[in-house]
């Protein structure tokens, strides 16, 4: 204990004789690019929404009309491996929603467990309309493509197996293509349903509502969103024929969005379009899944899709806007940052514990300001206000445990082509993939 209180003092003392410049050069990363695109930014837009909110609720209210009116077929597709014992969950879910125009194509990528006696015992009690199986595993993208075949549906909403939604999320998600008709793509707000389980479960819970519910809510109303996510998305069927459905391989959500936009339309998200979903409770299962995601962007946004980077005919300030931001801020400032730290490291070897506690009371204060964010946003604020409990430990989850595992999927990415070998995509797809790159 008196360690501590010494330790304590001795931060005290130093922090006294620190002027405010100092700190500012000390801690730039944070206050010179973070927080203007993280925090700030953030909190702009919020704000913006919340005082146009009424006005957009007139356009979403004759969307609405337009929707119900039209009453168009949906087509769900719900592609996986090994995912028997959660279509039926799903299926009920599905069941409840305030949209009931739909059709249900589970496709079974070769699973090995009881998923296909469980798929035709669906379709024959007609709780799915139909059941395809894949013999042979060919990748998710390729079993999305397989029931895209036989989608009957105006629109496609694509979701995992172990998805479930809440009742108005499939008439949410569709009101975008009501309210804007160049939108061909939208991507709903996925949450953490396992948010108790474990630490790790928690810190990912408020990571999806920083991540993805607002942040994904301030580049859509920028015009610069750049990924729907696989878990929750829907598309318009004739966009999807016109860029060739979705390209076998990983980073299929980011890959299907890059095409839409390439293609001339937008794409938009319904923030209140809410789908849980469970995510790993072991720090080692999110390291690897975290890996295969961050790799996706070396693929796709920096090789695939280069061309949207460069001056040509059909180049998009948007489109570029929209890739430049991710790879800057998601790659480069990554190594930046890591440049940044081993100096700051060097620099004050001698006051080193003085200067990480400043800066995780700085990054904590952040966070609140973040949460506050939220909290303006959720829909589920009392259920959601318990994970304020775990902000003390976000500059150690977001600060250096994600940072690390996007250094090292993108710097393996960049020079060893490591998506390729990567077991979850099946060895054949990953040379095809290869073959097609070169």
Same mark, same amino acid.
Request: positive net charge.
């Given at each position: ?91 009920? @879910? ?71 939604? $809440? ?9 975008? %293509? ?30 999806? +509502? ?61 923030? $209140? ?17 975290? +890996? ?24 998009? %300030? @948007? ?10 801020? $998601? ?16 620099? %004050? ?17 952040? @966070? ?17 206000? *318990? +994970?304020?409990? *775990? ?25 060893? %082509?490591?998506?390729?070998? $990567? ?6 797809? @990953? ?8």
């Amino acid at each position: 204990m008196n360690f501590i209180f010494d330790s304590l003092e001795t931060f005290v003392t130093w922090l006294q004789h620190l002027s405010f410049s100092s700190i500012f050069n000390t801690y730039w990363f944070l206050f010179c690019i973070e927080f203007p695109r993280y925090y700030l930014l953030e909190i702009i837009v919020v704000v913006w929404h919340v005082l146009t909110y009424k006005r957009e609720n007139k356009k979403v209210f004759y969307a609405r009309f337009r929707l119900f009116k039209e009453n168009p077929l949906i087509t769900i597709l719900v592609p996986g491996k090994n995912e028997g014992k959660n279509i039926y969950k799903l299926v009920k @879910s599905l069941a409840e929603q305030t949209y009931h125009n739909y059709e249900i194509i589970v496709v079974d990528d070769g699973s090995d467990d009881m998923t296909p006696l469980i798929g035709t015992e669906l379709e024959r009690h007609g709780y799915i309309d139909r059941f395809l199986r894949c013999n042979v595993r060919g990748g998710k993208a390729s079993a999305a493509n397989y029931g895209a075949y036989y989608a009957r549906g105006k629109y496609i909403v694509h979701l995992d197996a172990d998805s479930s939604l $809440d009742r108005d999320a499939i008439e949410k998600i569709l009101l975008p %293509f009501y309210l804007d008709s160049q939108v061909k793509g939208v991507g709903g707000t996925v949450k953490v349903r396992n948010y108790k389980e474990t630490i790790c479960s928690s810190m990912q819970a408020v990571e999806y +509502l920083k991540t993805i519910m607002v942040g994904r809510m301030v580049t859509a109303k920028l015009g610069i969103l750049h990924i729907i996510s696989g878990a929750f998305g829907a598309f318009d069927v004739e966009t999807l024929k016109k860029v060739g459905y979705w390209d076998i391989g990983p980073g299929l959500d980011g890959d299907i969005t890059q095409k839409i936009r390439k293609a001339g339309y937008k794409v938009a998200f319904a923030e $209140d379009a809410v789908c849980l979903t469970s995510v790993p409770t072991k720090w080692t299962k999110l390291f690897k899944q975290r +890996l295969r995601w961050s790799k996706s962007l070396i693929r796709f946004r920096v090789r695939k899709h280069r061309d949207i980077l460069l001056p040509q005919r059909n180049w998009n %300030f @948007s489109n570029f806007a929209s890739n430049m931001e991710s790879i800057i801020y $998601d790659c480069v400032f990554n190594y930046i940052w890591l440049f940044y730290f081993v100096n700051l490291m060097w620099t %004050f070897s001698e006051h080193i514990f003085e200067v990480m506690l400043l800066d995780f009371l700085l990054r904590f204060g952040f @966070s609140l300001i973040a949460f506050t964010v939220i909290m303006a946003v959720t829909e589920r604020k009392r259920e959601e206000f *318990f +994970l304020i409990r *775990f902000l003390p430990l976000t500059s150690l989850y977001t600060g250096y445990f994600m940072r690390i595992v996007r250094l090292i999927a993108h710097t393996k990415e960049l020079f060893f %082509f490591s998506s390729y070998k $990567d077991p979850w995509n099946p060895k054949k797809t @990953s040379r095809y993939a290869q073959l097609e790159r070169a």
